[in-house]
């Protein structure tokens, strides 16, 4: 064929089109050009492109039409769908001008298309030996028919458009690869702007959207000595299928991910044994371990709701960001490890004073008793507590008591505990009555996990009595003189626990030479390196050997043995002992 065969408005289209091959197009900019350019070329009713995708099965169709609104569409097709798919499948040029009856004829694509198809000419596009995709012409105007001369010049035409395809590929490529670069940068910048955790992954999640699309994803911070997954930042996912997010590592992608240190893209998550469904739009996912100094310490989860979304770009793209990512969680982490640590030194200073504050200052002098107590507290600081509370004349109040849990909430619940007890005693109730009074206030003021266990008696020192009540705490020894030994258990359970609890008292009448040990669990559950118990047998025991010495000597024999038996373990909760000898 011949140029002056052609009408000149047809070469003046071809020569646009030459020059659009030198050029540097955008590719979504061409694909819009090229299907209305090839309609006027050949005076068609429409004219159409179809690209095959990269990585799926799918071929995108862009139609454009002549004289009317001038809308483009752009379609998916199967293999083979329709005339022109056949094309793009076989790698075969076609002239069919008897479109409803050729073999190939999609009534279902014809519908998608939006106008009858009666005549189609179609080519494919090739360049290099690589198939780009199919060119195609529909319906040539005032019902004339293609000719051999068209798909001569239409196979012309493709070969200008393979240039340019080519050519817009990699600009997209060149562009896309600038584009990454600018945005991981962008990222890193960000993810360098805070060091507290939880904003951190609200970054992250921003940041990544910008690097990988995405419709849920989710980011798994790992635990690596418990197993498990200790923290997790989603968007995208039902709140009520959260709970199915998480993941010990090994379930489900995101945990194989973890166990195996490997990415991994499912182009259908119904296809794959090893997802757990926590989000019934997904079709497709691309998981990423987080890696720092060949540790995994998380695993970024990225889910969509199309087929074959992620490709092997994508995994690259969103390895080079994770590798961002784990140098900011880690110098996150290590900065919360650093506040956790000051914060719980803060707290234990701080439950230190505020027990030290309630503690007696010094020993009560009683005409006929030695008395002696201590308080000495572990590095978790407990809620431990005693006193020596003088009520009248020749009467002493003694109290222990130990607060469930540690730190300052233990020490603001001994706080009000002693407020309550000395409140109680100073209106005169009787033991059980005052009892009775604490129990409800600590039932009314804290949660129902809090609870004291407490001992609170009155030494008459003129009659030599003592009277007390023991609410759930570890009972008392008293060594009388002549040898046995009895724990004072009479009372009632821990305060706080139930509301309107009843107590008992008991009087006992004390004799020369009588020793009564008061203490809390950091005695008798004191831990050796078998994991063993100094318990209340070894307790009696020194009691026994040291019964002849003072309080004090007594109470530093108990420490002393307790001590010895941990053999160097550090002390795991406060210990408290009150030691009374009656003379």
């Known amino acids: ?19 659009l091959s030198n050029s540097a197009l955008d590719l979504e900019e061409f694909l819009d050009l090229i299907a209305s350019l090839s309609a006027r070329i050949f005076q068609a009713d429409a004219g159409a492109l179809l690209l095959k995708e990269k990585a799926s099965e799918t071929i995108r169709l862009h139609v454009s039409r002549q004289g009317g609104s001038g809308k483009k569409e752009e379609i998916e097709l199967r293999p083979a769908q329709g005339i022109a798919g056949w094309v793009a499948q076989n790698d075969q040029p076609i002239i069919s001008n008897q479109a409803r009856s050729d073999a190939h004829y999609s009534p279902e694509l014809e519908e998608q298309i939006g106008f009858p198809i009666q005549s189609l000419m179609s080519v494919p596009v090739k360049r290099r030996g690589k198939l780009w995709g199919v060119v195609a012409v529909f319906n040539k105007m005032d019902h004339k028919e293609f000719d051999q001369q068209d798909l001569e010049v239409l196979s012309s035409l493709a070969d200008q458009i393979a240039v340019v395809l080519e050519n817009s590929y990699l600009l997209r490529k060149l562009k896309k690869r600038t584009l990454e670069t600018q945005t991981l940068l962008e990222a890193e910048k960000s993810l360098s702007s805070t060091l507290d955790l939880s904003q951190l992954l609200e970054l992250i999640l921003d940041s990544l959207r910008k690097v990988v699309r995405y419709d849920a994803v989710a980011i798994y911070l790992i635990d690596a000595e418990k197993g498990e997954i200790e923290h997790i930042k989603a968007r995208g996912f039902d709140p009520a299928l959260e709970p199915d997010l998480h993941l010990k590592i090994g379930e489900g992608l995101a945990g194989w991910a973890a166990k195996d240190h490997t990415s991994l893209i499912v182009s259908d998550v119904n296809n794959d044994p090893r997802y757990i469904q926590a989000r019934v739009e997904t ?30 770009d994508d995994l690259e793209l969103a390895e080079a960001f994770a590798s961002l990512a784990a140098v900011s969680l880690e110098r996150a982490r290590q900065y919360e490890e650093i506040l956790g640590k000051r914060k719980l030194e803060e707290e234990i200073s701080i439950a230190k004073r505020i027990q030290q504050s309630f503690l007696p200052r010094k020993k009560p002098q009683l005409s006929g008793f030695d008395i002696s107590g201590v308080n000495l507290p572990s590095e978790q600081v407990g809620g431990d507590y005693y006193d020596f509370i003088p009520i009248i004349e020749n009467q002493m109040g003694i109290a222990i008591a130990d607060v469930s849990g540690k730190g300052i909430p233990a020490a603001l619940i001994m706080a009000s505990y002693r407020a309550s007890l000395i409140a109680e005693i100073r209106n005169n109730y009787a033991i059980r009555s005052i009892m009775f009074k604490v129990n409800n206030l600590l039932y009314e003021s804290t949660e129902p996990e809090n609870y004291v266990t407490a001992l609170y008696g009155v030494l008459d020192t003129k009659n030599h009595i003592f009277t007390f009540s023991n609410a759930g705490h570890n009972p008392p020894i008293l060594r009388h003189a002549n040898g046995e030994m009895e724990e004072l258990t009479q009372g009632g359970v821990a305060l706080g626990v139930f509301e309107n609890s009843k107590y008992e008292e008991r009087p006992l009448g004390l004799a020369g030479g009588d020793v009564m040990v008061f203490y809390t669990d950091g005695v008798t559950e004191a831990e050796n390196r078998q994991e063993e118990e100094f318990g209340i047998e070894r307790l009696k025991q020194v009691i026994e050997n040291s019964c002849q010495s003072n309080a004090r000597r007594i109470r530093d024999e108990i420490y002393d043995a307790v001590r010895d038996f941990a053999d160097g373990l550090p002390q795991s909760d406060d210990i408290t002992l009150i030691v009374v000898k009656a003379l």
């Open 283 to 312: 079709r497709s996912e691309m998981v990423v371990p987080i890696s720092s100094q060949d540790r995994i310490i998380g695993v970024f989860n990225l889910e969509n709701n199309r087929l074959n979304a992620y490709h092997q």
């Open 1 to 19: 064929m011949t140029e002056k065969a052609l009408p000149a408005d047809r070469n003046q289209l071809l020569i646009e089109l030459s020059k």
